[in-house]
């Protein structure tokens, strides 16, 4: 074991490694919490390993089992434990959708000591009778609060209850809510907590930016700064699956190497997509939250939101794809919208830091096209864009007359003429108009406008 992580490069052990390997390898349950990038996969990985060493599984009965939330995300663990355990004859199974049932039935019957699978395509073998899960020694539940959002609790409680009681539970969360507390009490049993970092931390190996433009300038906006940043390779993040369809033909026509990464994209499509962008292929990712838990890809320099996530938790996720293992990184989080001031708030209060605003893009945008949301001037209504006309009906003579509450007083002796699209349009200052309307809901004949009372 130590030869293979010497192989790999690791030298000093992460603060969730170096508290957590100790507890596993004493037999306890663990409710492990610690901020992305900071090696939680080695953590259960390396003493699991260790454990396993000795004994031998069964055909249909793996000896371990460990859930992820993504297939992307089961990959990588799948990934992790070949490098740690290659001076040892442990064997695995991988279990995710858009791959072969065959394949994977045909590595079921040969017996395998680590079972890594996301619930959906587990419960899909145990239905059938290919996976019997009696003989499960330990259990990893990780990333369990992507599980929550992505509503797999259900299948996990489903799966959890056909194991033996008399196990070893490992359950670790980005962040350890309270709701993560609850959930964790069902599957653990005294366990230890091990937390390293306040929850919704961002590491402080990432320089964060912030831009505000216009909605219609976010694509140029985010061109200027892929061009003016010295970008190794950069993660680009889209709410919507609709927008990455559009900005990657957009970026293509553009000339830039960009590949796509979505939830709607076949299995085989997507892992090739990751490979090549890990293998320095393709420059440029463009992913929606799928890529945002879990992925360890260490070359990343950069991670651009091409919009601002929803969930404040979901941009300390991708912005941690960048600045990982001790690396530096740069994140740009493109806002434009008033639904974008209401996420950056939400952001700030999660992590407790302002994210420093980058005035102009690459130097290029002005002041003025890509304010902060307080810059805006104190006597201008904030719905009606400037230097545009009027479109709205010309007021009564009370809408003109009357002072407006809203306004300063010293403007209220001023006659103000409403500007319309043409001049002939405009209502002159001395124009008689028809009485203001101040009758309530009762048609009184004093209270009516002289063309509407009877002869």
């Not at 931390?201 to 906006?221: G, N």
């Not at 090739?272 to 929606?288: C, E, P, V, W």
């Not at 992925?295 to 320099?301: F, H, Q």
Request: aromatic share 4%; net charge positive.
């Amino acid at each position: 074991m130590l030869r293979a992580v010497a192989e790999l490069g690791y030298e000093t052990p992460t603060p969730i490694q170096e508290k957590s390997i100790p507890i596993v390898l004493m037999g306890r349950d663990i409710l492990g919490s610690a901020q992305t990038g900071t090696g939680k996969t080695a953590s259960f990985t390396l003493p699991m390993i260790d454990i396993l060493a000795s004994g031998r599984a069964k055909a249909r009965m793996p000896r371990s089992l460990i859930l992820a939330p993504t297939r992307e995300l089961a990959a990588q663990v799948a990934e992790s434990f070949g490098k740690f355990a290659i001076n040892h004859e442990l064997s695995m199974a991988l279990l995710i959708g858009g791959v072969s049932f065959a394949d994977q039935e045909s590595a079921l019957d040969r017996g395998v000591d680590v079972l890594i699978a996301t619930p959906g395509r587990l419960l899909d073998h145990f239905e059938r009778g290919k996976v019997l899960l009696q003989d499960v020694k330990i259990l990893v539940i990780d990333e369990a609060d992507r599980m929550l959002d992505m509503g797999f609790i259900p299948d996990v409680e489903r799966i959890v209850s056909t194991l033996p009681k008399m196990r070893q539970t490992l359950f670790f969360s980005a962040t350890l809510s309270e709701e993560i507390h609850k959930i964790g009490a069902r599957f653990v049993l005294n366990p230890k907590i091990i937390e390293v970092a306040r929850p919704a931390e961002t590491a402080s190996t990432i320089a964060q930016h912030l831009v505000w433009t216009k909605p219609r300038e976010k694509r140029a906006v985010l061109r200027d700064l892929l061009r003016s940043e010295d970008i190794n390779n950069a993660l680009i993040f889209c709410n919507r699956k609709r927008d990455i369809s559009t900005l990657l033909t957009s970026l293509k026509r553009h000339d830039f190497d960009v590949a796509a990464l979505h939830g709607d994209m076949t299995q085989s499509a997507r892992l090739a997509a990751l490979q090549a962008f890990r293998d320095g292929k393709t420059k440029l990712l463009l992913a929606s939250d799928v890529a945002a838990r879990g992925l360890d890809i260490p070359s990343v320099s950069h991670v651009f939101n091409f919009d601002v996530p929803s969930s404040a938790e979901d941009y300390v996720h991708r912005i941690g794809r960048t600045g990982r293992a001790g690396r530096t990184g740069r994140s740009f989080t493109i806002a434009a919208s008033e639904d974008d001031k209401k996420y950056v708030a939400a952001i700030v209060k999660l992590t407790g830091t302002q994210i420093p605003l980058l005035g102009a893009a690459a130097g290029e945008s002005s002041k003025e096209d890509s304010p902060a949301p307080e810059n805006k001037p104190e006597n201008k209504p904030e719905n009606k864009p400037e230097n545009k006309p009027d479109n709205k009906a010309r007021k009564s003579r009370s809408d003109t007359s009357a002072p407006d509450k809203g306004k300063p007083e010293h403007k209220s002796d001023k006659k103000p003429v409403q500007r319309s699209r043409r001049k002939s349009d405009a209502i002159p200052a001395d124009e008689k108009r028809p009485v203001a309307w101040t009758g309530g809901n009762s048609f009184e004949e004093d209270t009516l406008p002289a063309f509407l009372r009877s002869a």
